[in-house]
């Protein structure tokens, strides 16, 4: 079974986070090691737009999180516990977080984005102009790079859509080329 399709079938058809039945989407919880549908959620558009991109957070519609930071499921949790905590300073999130358990290691992937911790203290990824990269950013390769462990090349030019961030080291992030996942420099790379 695809993992759409296990998605939906775990979810009921609907956003785990909004609740929405409309622009359905597969949302691999960073920082990505396995996806699959123990690191994916199912998510609508506007979540995975909201999540992606800090500066279109709508704290009115995360009030649904009061009701999915109780899903049985990791991921929805670990989502939940991130937006709540980028949110804090709203004052509702603050009391959810407060009544919100999640296991050690739950909490450890939750925190993993740096989501929750001081802005001096964040890791913060910059491409070679200085832009701050965030995950879901496009950038364009800017020289060929050889992918350690492979015989491929990376070309100059290449587009490589929807980034992660590596959470411990400003200099890497992950991306697919060709198909194939790999952690590039972030000073040989242009965000788009």
């Keep these: 079974m695809a993992v759409l399709e ?4 775990r979810s009921g058809n609907t956003c785990e986070l909004c609740g929405s039945t409309e622009n359905l989407q597969v949302y691999e919880v960073p920082p990505v090691s396995t996806g699959g549908l123990d690191g994916s959620i199912l998510a609508c558009k506007t979540c995975i737009d909201q999540i992606e991109k800090q500066e279109e957070v709508d704290s009115n519609h995360w009030r649904c999180l009061n ?44 925190k993993a984005t740096g989501e929750g911790k001081e ?15 965030e ?31 590596d959470y411990e080291n400003a200099e890497y992030i992950e991306g697919k080329v060709d198909g194939q996942q790999i952690v590039i420099v972030t000073k040989y790379v242009k965000k788009t």
């Design 135 to 165: 995950n879901g950013d496009n950038v364009v390769l800017i020289k060929d790079l050889k992918v350690k462990g492979s015989s491929m090349v990376a070309k100059q030019g290449t587009a490589v859509r929807r980034i992660s961030l």
């Design 67 to 110: 009701d999915s930071m109780w899903s049985e499921h990791d991921t929805v949790k670990v989502v939940a516990w991130r937006m709540l905590n980028r949110l804090k300073s709203e004052g509702w999130p603050q009391d959810l977080l407060g009544m919100m358990y999640l296991e050690d290691e739950t909490l450890e992937w939750a």
């Design 6 to 9: 296990a998605l939906q079938e």
């Design 119 to 133: 802005e001096s203290e964040k890791i913060i990824h910059r491409d070679v102009n200085g832009n701050i990269l």
